[in-house]
């Protein structure tokens, strides 16, 4: 799979539909890792990347999608020259999140499910999820590139230099 060029935005984009079954978690962090290597993500960041994407594949088959396999999950990867940019969306009925329990609350500790937002949330700089009329829940994902990812993926280093803090 290749990262194709959007002249509209300046972006690297790859963009996928899967059919709604759990063996297509795989493929999808398989896509995750070529496009983090494209970006220039170190192994850290490929890693929350791909775990991020796992989980987000995972609620979409099972909690958007009801283990439909003739619905689909629809990905998009997009690597702008600050960030890279994941959508995953699903087909079911949407959902509110802030109606999710809190997995950190003592009667949710033991339960083997209900953490994908939360892990999601915990490896991503930026989570949104918007309930889209007829097409399901979107979650959209962005991790921040910084100044040696952009140099790897061809972006202009000079713009970002001096412009580092450490704490």
Not at 26 to 31: F, T
Not at 34 to 45: I, Y
Not at 63 to 89: P, S, T, Y
């Amino acid at each position: 799979m290749l990262l194709q060029p959007n002249m509209a935005s300046g972006s690297s984009v790859v963009e996928v539909t899967l059919e709604s079954t759990l063996k297509n978690i795989e493929v999808a962090e398989g896509i995750a890792r070529g496009v983090c290597a494209t970006a220039g993500l170190d192994e850290d960041d490929a890693y929350k990347v791909e775990m991020a994407v796992h989980e987000s594949v995972i609620n979409a088959v099972e909690h958007g999608n009801k283990n439909d396999a003739n619905k689909q999950v629809w990905l998009r990867f997009e690597i702008f020259g600050d960030r890279l940019e994941i959508r995953v969306r699903d087909q079911g009925e949407g959902f509110d999140v802030t109606s999710l329990p809190d997995p950190c609350a003592q009667e949710n500790l033991l339960k083997i499910s209900g953490r994908g937002i939360f892990l999601i949330r915990s490896f991503m700089d930026e989570v949104r999820v918007e309930n889209i009329t007829g097409h399901g829940a979107e979650v959209t994902m962005v991790k921040r590139l910084n100044s040696k990812s952009q140099r790897h993926q061809g972006g202009n280093a000079r713009e970002h230099e001096g412009h580092s803090t450490t704490s």
